[in-house]
């Protein structure tokens, strides 16, 4: 698996923590030159510092919500290793606790800029860079919110369910391209977000609803990401893929 990615050129959305981080580990451990993208600059000097191949992650401190953030990621991947071949999208957010009757119309259209909109963005700025590079990976993170809904919190659920549409007709538009694109939905994950959302005990019992008896970590998604980057993933385009050791409910 250290081979796995030679010569793809990535860019990670969100790669100052939790997912983020996790996935730009691990690209760049199997061989991905790596663009590491946030808005949180100590994030990622902390990327940067324990990332296991260093010599092959740079950062750029870029806002994935406007397309001046996007463009400049992108273009730190041409500027640094001339191209890109693979673009995870994994910025997004949440703060439970509003309805739709509660929420102000900037809340609505803040989380979904957010969760949905620097999709849509990160795209736009990497689609044509990708195809004059012969083509590659999109892998967008969406959330189990966004498949089977969460109380409380609407704007996320759309904009989650938002990607996973985005993500089928990316695919469908740029095949032609060589481009594919596949969402995965993550489950219960123990990241920087859930740790703020969360109470232990409610993070306890999503770990005991799991069938595999443990609470969802980073390098879980980070390794399918790798996976469908891969010519392993080849095959694998316009899916939705769910990971959520087991449990289906109860988010």
Known sequence: MANQLDGRIAVVTAGGGGIGQATAWLLAERGASVIAADIDAAGLDNTARNCPAPERLRTVVADATSLAGAESAVDAAVKGFGG???????????????????????????????????????????????????????????????????????????????????????????????????????????????????????????????????????????????????DDGAFVNGELINIHGGQKAGI
């Open 84 to 230: 890109l071949n693979v673009l995870v999208n994994v910025v997004g957010g949440s703060r439970p606790g509003k309805t739709v009757v509660d929420l102000t119309l900037e809340e609505w259209d803040g989380w979904v800029r957010l969760n949905l909109t620097s999709t849509f963005l990160m795209c736009k700025a990497a689609i044509p860079i990708m195809a004059a590079s012969g083509g590659g990976s999109i892998v967008n993170i969406s959330s189990g919110a966004g498949v089977n809904a969460m109380k409380k919190n609407p704007a996320y659920v759309a904009a989650k369910g938002g990607v996973i549409s985005l993500t089928k007709a990316l695919a469908l538009d740029h095949a032609e391209q060589k481009i594919r694109a596949n969402v995965i939905a993550p489950g219960a994950i123990l990241t920087p977000l859930m740790k703020r959302n969360r109470r232990q005990d409610e993070i306890d019992w999503m770990a005991n609803a799991t069938l595999v008896g443990r609470i969802g970590m980073p390098h879980d998604i980070a390794a399918m990401v790798a996976f469908l980057s891969s």
